[in-house]
């Protein structure tokens, strides 16, 4: 078995550092959204955490927690670098060939940014000289459903639990929605409750809002089954002097939560040429767009504090709240949830990369490879009015940002093989330049006479734009590494590495560090 263990490859075998591989044919047979799924279980000494969010990051952590800083891996897809987590979502999992972990000092001939570990992921490519191209369609679908729940209390319980929690502190029994007496009595409806009907100053009115029988079970009314459609086409073919591999993904993934979801496509394109029997050259170009809709969180925490008492919606229609004695200050969850449907997240995503390999001499060869990465994303959030609420929002916000990330990579390494009687020598030098690059606004402004997306341009607002960040940076890393691996007699394995980093993120003396192991 040929493993792939960072700017070159070793048999299982000759590998001395602890080095974990996914056995990919194994993962792929369950439905992986993430290519993070991949590694859930699979890898001794890897966490991965998702939030349950459509789309969301993963959070992968290798050998624990070793910084209170940033604790992610780095990862390197087709020789693209980077620590971002979420280009895993940018990968369709059907087009991944070999996934392998590197840790402690098989993680070192990468330098400072493998702390974390590593996370090396490399695609598909075809194979030379194949009699006819090979073409393959998969999809499935699927229902995602949130499971133990936790049991609300019903409205008769919830009086009975203020009225006794009220006589435990020797206070006066009494509750302005559930009377006075020996045990509380569940209204039929929401005792003088009101909504807002003008802004501006503020003014309520009356509302009538019905108690439902059973009382309102908030976590049934945010949750929801939430179908999953992928569809995953490829194609694949070579013949003497080339080979290619081109793929396609469409994932369509709502949420377990009202109104969320994801949504992407994926397509990929590798390929690699024999420009002569002793040199080669191809690319890896992946390019992504996501659309995340992922609501809010605080309609969880809202579902777990909101009175069973309140109805969804008033009899009018329109969404009940808090806008009622003895109801709390809490929001409606379905409110919110609904209110955030049109909020978004967007990535577009290309990167990949293009090589040059020759063999110089038997033993000896040299390969150059510039890989990129080209981002950006954009978020809208619109904090729509709340009149059933019980403490108002005075006007509604828009909040807009763009977030653009660039990066490139330049990598140039000699290997040199050697086999002499019981000995064996493979040795690797190389010289890295890796600059990465971000910029980025956010802007708000409220007063919008429309609550509807066609209007949600920060030009519709009558308040004051406010700039409520804005950023330029970048950094550069300069390196020089090599690492060699002995064996004798195909016993005894030693691997020693070595490697300098020069970031312009530090100055002085501290600019530099040398980073070896031996193993």
């Known amino acids: 078995e040929v493993v792939v263990t960072g700017y070159t490859s070793q048999t299982r075998g000759d590998i001395t550092g602890s080095v974990a591989s996914v056995d990919i044919s194994e993962a792929v047979k369950?439905?992986?959204?993430?290519?993070?799924?991949?590694?859930?279980g699979r890898v001794t000494g890897v966490s991965v955490t998702n939030s349950g969010t459509p789309g969301s990051s993963p959070k992968i952590v290798i050998r624990g927690f070793g910084t209170s800083n940033n604790t992610n891996p780095l990862y390197i897809i087709d020789g693209v670098q980077t620590d971002n987590p979420s280009i895993l979502n940018s990968i369709?999992?059907?087009?991944?060939?070999?996934?392998?972990v590197l840790k402690d000092g098989a993680a070192a001939i990468y330098g400072a940014r493998a702390s974390n570990g590593v996370v090396i992921i490399t695609t598909k490519s075809g194979s030379y000289n194949q009699t006819e191209p090979t073409v393959t369609f998969n999809a499935y679908t699927g229902i995602s459903r949130a499971t133990n729940i936790p049991d609300l209390l019903n409205p008769q319980q919830h009086g009975d639990m203020i009225f006794q929690s009220l006589a435990n502190d020797g206070a006066s029994v009494e509750h302005p929605q559930y009377g006075s007496g020996p045990s509380a009595v569940v209204p039929a409806t929401v005792q003088d409750y009101t909504r807002v009907v003008s802004y501006d100053p503020i003014v309520r009115a009356p509302r009538t809002a019905t108690?439902?029988?059973?009382?309102?079970?908030?976590?049934?009314?945010?949750t929801q089954n939430a179908p999953t459609q992928?569809?995953?086409?490829?194609?694949?073919?070579?013949?003497?002097?080339?080979?290619?591999?081109?793929?396609?993904?469409?994932?369509?993934?709502e949420g377990i939560m009202n109104d969320t979801g994801f949504k992407q496509g994926v397509t990929r394109l590798n390929s690699e040429f024999k420009i002569s029997d002793k040199i080669r050259i191809g690319e890896h170009l992946n390019a992504s767009f996501s659309r995340q809709a992922e609501g809010t969180l605080e309609a969880i925490g809202m579902a777990y504090r909101f009175t069973p008492l309140v109805p969804v919606f008033d009899d009018e229609g329109d969404f009940a709240g808090s806008g009622g004695p003895g109801l709390s200050n809490t929001r409606n969850p379905v409110a919110l949830l609904s209110r955030a449907k049109d909020n978004y997240n967007?990535?577009?995503?290309?990167?990949?990369?293009?090589?040059?390999?020759?063999?110089?001499?038997?033993?000896l060869s040299v390969r150059t490879t510039f890989s990129g990465n080209v981002e950006t994303f954009s978020q809208r959030r619109f904090q729509a009015l709340d009149p059933e609420f019980i403490e108002p929002l005075s006007t509604n916000t828009l909040f807009e940002q763009d977030i653009n990330n660039y990066s490139w990579t330049w990598t140039n390494i000699a290997t040199y093989t050697k086999s002499f009687g019981d000995h064996s020598l493979?040795?690797?030098?190389?010289?890295?330049?890796?600059?990465?690059?971000?910029?980025?606004?956010?802007?708000?402004?409220?007063?919008?006479?429309?609550?509807?997306?066609?209007?949600?341009?920060?030009?519709?607002?009558s308040g004051t734009p406010n700039v409520d960040f804005a950023y330029d940076g970048g950094n550069t890393l300069f390196s020089i590494f090599g690492t060699a691996n002995y064996s004798y007699q195909g016993k005894y394995f030693a691997t020693v590495t070595v490697r300098n980093d020069k970031s312009s993120r530090f100055l002085g003396d501290n600019q530099s560090q040398t980073f070896p192991s031996f193993s």
Do not use: H
């Open 230 to 253: 992928n569809f995953d086409l490829s194609i694949s073919n070579g013949n003497e002097t080339g080979k290619y591999f081109l793929s396609a993904n469409y994932l369509n993934r």
């Open 211 to 222: 108690v439902n029988p059973n009382g309102t079970d908030w976590f049934e009314e945010i």
């Open 346 to 363: 967007k990535i577009f995503r290309v990167f990949g990369d293009v090589y040059l390999e020759a063999e110089l001499y038997e033993g």
């Open 92 to 100: 369709n999992p059907g087009d991944i060939d070999q996934m392998n």
């Open 426 to 461: 493979d040795a690797l030098a190389g010289v890295e330049a890796v600059e990465e690059n971000s910029n980025g606004k956010g802007i708000s402004r409220n007063g919008f006479l429309f609550e509807t997306p066609d209007f949600y341009l920060l030009s519709n607002g």
């Open 30 to 40: 369950v439905p992986l959204v993430n290519a993070a799924e991949a590694l859930e």
